[in-house]
């Protein structure tokens, strides 16, 4: 029997014409080019792919079971997506035949793309002749992907969560084993890609669409190999043996070619004993090396041989073996467990134009061609000097250092200097003792008594900790920032409290299970404090699970958390409520902005937002969707309310509404740079006015996004201003410095400060 696939152009969505093509006979192995060319798309695999495309995985499972079809079983494969796509309307639902395994025709394939893109104008040429004729799977993917893109206006399906991945197929069955992942493929038999590389769409790691076979011979780059007997094993995120042929090789990275299901090997020379000075997704900085790209596709691999990503090779240690193959950089293998006993920390706030040094005593200067002596003088350095053409400039002695702010500060210990995109990176790095010194008398005042800043030295302590292994300042080659980025640290200035701090504290960190904590602190709660998955969220989608220390709690308020907006507005009204946090000036605030002003501000406001992270400001659609984009042309504002709040009354979504539009802002930290209160051009000076302390102006952002929001209106109930009353100064999650002043006031100790603010941890001794 032959079976007849439609054909469209791609651009133009014109009919072509239809191929005939035999019966398929059983076919063991896939050539190269497009995936689909010869064989139709189901009906069921287009039902997984929209649902994917608008569902998670999760998603898919937690809907409502209940659209029963003749045809399909709610224990087969494609129940769960066929009943999501009936869900999102774009098929038919209870009491009809769905027929899974149908070929998907023509005619309905354009319904599916009318209805996934009902605004795209280009369509395909059907007729009498074409529109019960099968559609291949490869135009199918055509259609499908254009059909996303033309529904959000984008040039790339990723903002459906969509990836494209190329990898190599080691086994396949329930789990798909590939080279780089293991991937779920309801509805696709994948055997007859084995040991071949193949291109694929994938979405919380379930295979949606397969696209085209790359390499029939491949090559598996930079993947750990160890030889047992005359058999070669591959290890990446899977792992395959193969029938070894060629030359003898060490255990360690190689870039392997399989062809017959046999393995010939190019091995990678290994580097040890190196230090990591820098390490971004280009390449890696190596004590003996100096910098080095990264190989295309490189892997970092942990001492399990597990996967890992570069942020893994921490800065300051000398933790991995390194392969290199044609002057590149293959990957690493980490080979022992390092601890944080000194830190590295990136000064300035930031890479800097130029940096002035002065040394009481003197200074040197050194790189890898030569060193110079600095008796009483001052040198100052930018970065097109040849000092910084043989790589990191170290600078010996005790110095004091001029940044380009004019600020000007004294450090101890090693100081590294290395030229990034024209200007300087400049790390100090120290013991972590010695770091805290400088940390905590400037994160928190010295005058909040002894007990407070033992609680501010742990947790500052634990902070840095996991700094140390997140690594997150790797590509300036350190661990942390001197700012409010991380802790402000100010160098070898320092106090006598706080020395007794972190004397009395050595070593401790807060404990949750086997882990150190994540100790986040802020200085001033509204009375309530909240939870980290409430403030931080990268997609604006607060998802993931969090801390179950970092929670929202009442601070010394005995009243019970408001529950509606008008509750929330009468609580942050209440200047006199008790709480911890009472003594801090930030405890109440309020801020009052003209319609006008507001609207001045946001236009300045959400490009800014939008530019950093475009996730975080949503502009609302003529269907009722909230899409990513920079607001333009709003008019004036008509309104402003919380959308969703989270524990503590944080705001998490705030909808402001204009004459031509609707805009909705992400995350407290968004939020407050939104609202910056600060005139531009229009109306009075902006006041931002607290229960202590006079008012300010001026502000970059909002103290807190803890406030709640009343709307000023004109007897024709136009807008004329809004006025936020509020509480609180910071994002609301950990320790609360004010209200450890008060604790230790009552006489609790650091450790039981540190545990009321971090429930169900402990303080102990672990450095």
């Not at 999760?58 to 009943?83: H, M, R």
């Not at 302590?461 to 402000?488: C, L, M, P």
């Not at 993931?544 to 907006?565: H, R």
């Not at 909002?702 to 809004?722: D, H, R, W, Y």
Request: one cysteine or more.
């Amino acid at each position: 029997m032959k079976r007849l696939l439609i054909w469209i152009v791609a651009l133009g969505f014109i009919l072509s014409g239809c191929a005939s093509t035999p019966q398929m006979e059983l076919v063991t192995h896939a050539p190269q080019g497009a995936i689909g060319d010869d064989i139709p798309i189901t009906r069921s695999q287009a039902a997984k792919m929209l649902a994917l495309a608008f569902y998670t995985q999760e998603e898919i499972g937690n809907l409502p079971q209940d659209t029963a079809f003749p045809d399909v079983s709610k224990e087969d494969w494609s129940y769960p997506y066929i009943n999501a796509a009936v869900e999102l309307n774009f098929f038919s639902g209870d009491g009809e035949g769905f027929r899974p395994e149908d070929d998907l025709l023509l005619w309905e394939a354009q319904i599916l793309m009318d209805r996934v893109a009902p605004d795209y104008e280009k369509r395909m040429v059907i007729t009498d002749d074409n529109r019960n004729m099968p559609v291949a799977y490869s135009l199918w993917i055509q259609l499908f992907e254009k059909a996303l893109l033309a529904r959000r206006g984008e040039d790339s399906i990723y903002s459906y969560g969509i990836q494209k991945e190329t990898q190599v197929l080691f086994t396949a069955g329930a789990d798909n084993t590939f080279d780089r992942g293991i991937f779920g493929a309801d509805g696709y038999d994948l055997s007859i890609y084995t040991d071949e590389k193949i291109s694929f769409w994938e979405k919380d790691d379930e295979v949606i669409g397969l696209l085209s076979v790359e390499e029939e011979t491949p090559t598996v780059e930079n993947i750990f190999c160890q030889k047992k007997g005359n058999q070669m094993m591959l290890i990446g995120t899977g792992q395959k043996a193969y029938a070894f042929e060629g030359t003898e090789f060490e255990d360690g990275l190689c870039n392997v070619t399989i062809e017959n299901g046999k393995a010939t090997v190019k091995e990678g020379a290994k580097l040890s004993g190196e230090i990591v000075k820098r390490v971004d997704e280009k390449g890696i900085n190596l004590s003996s090396q100096g910098e080095m790209p990264w190989a295309e596709g490189f892997r970092v691999y942990g001492q399990d041989l597990s996967s890992k990503n570069q942020n893994a090779l921490i800065c300051g240690t000398d933790l991995a073996d390194y392969y290199v193959l044609d002057g590149k950089i293959m990957g690493a293998v980490i080979q022992k467990d390092v601890v944080p006993e000194k830190i590295r920390v990136l000064l300035g706030g930031g890479l800097q134009e130029s940096v002035s040094i002065k040394g009481a005593e003197g200074f040197s200067l050194s790189n890898g061609a030569g060193e110079k002596d600095f008796t009483s003088s001052e040198a100052t350095l930018t970065s097109d000097l040849a000092w910084f053409d043989h790589g990191i400039v170290t600078v010996s002695g005790k110095v004091t250092l001029t940044f380009d702010t004019g600020d000007v500060c004294t450090y101890t210990g090693l100081i590294e200097m290395e030229r990034i995109e024209d200007k300087i990176a400049i790390i100090n790095e120290l013991d972590m003792e010695e770091y805290l010194l400088g940390v905590v008398p400037n994160e928190m005042p010295v005058s909040f008594g002894q007990a407070a800043l033992e609680a501010q030295a742990i947790c500052a302590r634990s902070y840095a900790y996991n700094q140390f292994y997140a690594n997150a300042y790797g590509k300036y080659g350190a661990h942390v920032t001197d700012t409010v980025a991380s802790q402000v640290f100010m160098g070898a200035e320092t106090a006598l409290e706080a020395e007794n701090a972190v004397t009395a504290t050595e070593g401790m960190c807060v404990v949750a299970g086997d882990r150190i904590a994540q100790t986040y602190f802020y200085s001033t709660s509204c009375g309530f404090g909240t939870r980290d998955i409430d403030v931080w969220s990268a997609d604006g989608t607060f998802s993931g699970s969090g801390k179950p220390y970092l929670e929202g709690q009442s601070y010394g308020v005995t009243q019970e958390m408001p529950k509606t907006e008008e509750e929330w507005l009468a609580f942050w009204q209440d200047w006199q409520l008790d709480g911890y946090d009472k003594e801090s000036a930030w405890y109440r605030w309020k801020v009052y902005y003209s319609a006008g002003q507001l609207a001045e501000i946001t236009q300045k406001t959400f490009a800014e937002i939008s530019a950093s992270n475009q996730a975080l400001i949503k502009v609302k659609q003529g269907d009722d969707s909230w899409k990513a984009a920079i607001p333009k042309e709003l008019g004036s504002l008509t309104g402003m309310k919380a959308i969703e709040r989270g524990e503590g009354g944080v705001i998490k979504i705030l909808e402001m509404d204009f004459e031509k539009g609707a805009v909705q802002i992400y995350t407290e930290n968004a939020i407050r740079k939104v609202l910056s209160p600060t005139k531009q051009t229009i109306g009075e000076t902006i006041n931002l006015q607290r229960i202590s302390g006079g008012t300010l102006t001026g502000q970059k952002m909002l103290p807190s996004a803890f406030f709640a929001v009343k709307e000023m209106k004109n007897n024709e109930g136009t807008l004329t201003g809004i006025a936020l009353y509020g509480g609180g100064f910071g994002h609301g999650v950990g320790l609360s410095q004010y209200g450890a002043k008060e604790l230790a006031a009552q006489g609790l100790s650091g450790a039981e400060i540190v545990e009321k603010y971090y429930p169900n941890t402990t303080v102990e001794k672990v450095m």
